[in-house]
C-alpha cells in the first residue's frame, strides 16, 4: 500500500500553490498517493504519514498561513516524516549566503519539527495577483528584481521532489 503523503501550502497569490503541485506531482510519479492542499484548509493531519509544507517569504520572513499550520499540528508534525519548502526572491540567486538567509526564513517551522529536506526555491512576481499597495509599489519597479518576472526553476523544484520521495515513502 503507498503512503499517503500531504503537500501542503501556504500563498499569497498562488504561485507557492503552483510548486505545491508540481512537487505532488513528482511524488505521484515515485509512486506515492498524494494530497495537495492549501495549509489554512487542512482540517486534520492524521491520515498522512509524511507531510511537505511549502510557504512563501514576505518581507524577509514566512508568511502567516505556514507558521499558523506548523503550530496548529505541531504534535502531529512530531510524529511523521516532514519536509520543507520555500518559494522566495532571495533564491533568485543561489549564493551560500542567501541559501543561509532562506534557510533561516524557516527556522520557525524547523523549530516545530526538524525536516528530513528543505527546498530553497525562487519565486514569481505578478504585481496583477497583489494585494493593492504591494500591486502599486512593484507595478513601477520595472527593471529591477520586484518587475513582474517568474524566477521558478522547474527542473530544480521538480529533482527535489524527487530527491525526497523515496524519505517520505520510509516514513
Known sequence: MPKKILVAYATKCGSTGEVAEAVGDELRKAGLEVEVRRAKEVKDISAYQAVVLGSPARMGKLISEGVNFAHRFRAQLGQVTTAYFLSS???????????????????????????????????????????????????????????????????????????IAPLLARG
Open 89 to 163: 526572491l532571495i533564491m533568485t540567486k543561489d549564493t551560500p549566503e542567501n541559501r543561509q538567509t532562506a534557510s533561516d526564513y524557516l527556522a520557525p517551522l524547523a523549530q516545530v519539527r526538524e525536516p528530513v529536506s528543505l527546498g530553497l526555491f525562487a519565486g514569481k512576481v505578478d504585481h496583477t495577483k497583489m494585494e493593492i499597495p504591494f500591486r502599486w509599489i512593484f507595478a513601477r519597479q520595472q527593471g529591477s528584481e520586484m518587475a513582474d518576472a517568474d524566477y521558478r526553476d522547474w527542473d530544480r523544484i521538480r529533482a527535489w521532489a524527487r530527491e
